[in-house]
């Protein structure tokens, strides 16, 4: 944990986690399973980039998959 892009994208995927955890334990889920692994691919890509000098790239990765979880997932 020694950038902010470490802290963002553990945070981002604690939510995500949660958010599966919340929907999985409901009587009849709205969505699958496979619809998290975009976001969660999407947090190591931004973790990688961000830690390789590339944090323009690693912001709009990050805005990318909090607009896939608000539009696809909630």
């Known amino acids: 944990m020694e950038t902010i892009f470490d802290w963002l994208t553990v945070i981002t995927f604690g939510g995500l986690a949660v958010l599966y ?5 409901m009587e009849e889920p709205g969505d699958k399973s496979w ?3 975009p976001p ?3 947090c190591a890509a931004v973790n990688y980039l ?3 000098d590339h944090p323009y790239i690693a ?5 990318l998959v909090i607009a896939y979880v608000y539009y696809v997932l909630i």
């Open 40 to 42: 969660a691919i999407g």
């Open 21 to 25: 955890l919340q929907r999985s334990s």
């Open 59 to 63: 912001v709009a990765g990050l805005v």
């Open 35 to 37: 619809h998290y692994l």
């Open 50 to 52: 961000g830690n390789h």
